[in-house]
């Protein structure tokens, strides 16, 4: 599996302990000491966490179980992994070169000069 795949999996069971818990996100949220929006980034997949706490507290407000709370520990810990291998096989990005930065005075006297008639 890849991350993505890990990620997706992970976001579908949290989107199942939500829907089945009842509660917002933002209920969520609050109860895990996460903000809404942080608990909808796990739920949509969007950002794995990279530490499994988030994770495990969302799991105790939706009221999980020991079996539940296993997989997602082993999809959290695929996705994270996976994330470690993407990272590394990613090209590095070299530095960037020493840009002609010139400050604003220079560049506002420019414009004077073709403002004026």
Known sequence: MTAGEHGRALAELLVELK???GHSY???GA????????VHRYCSG???????GPLERIATVCRAGRDERAKLFRLWE???AARGR???SAPSVPAPGKRNRTGWWPRRLRWKRL???
């Open 19 to 21: 829907r089945r818990s």
């Open 26 to 28: 933002e209920r969520i």
């Open 31 to 38: 109860k895990a000491r996460l903000s809404r929006s942080t």
């Open 46 to 52: 969007a950002t794995v966490p990279v530490a499994f």
């Open 78 to 80: 695929g996705a994270d």
């Open 86 to 88: 993407d990272a590394a």
């Open 115 to 117: 403002a004026e008639p």
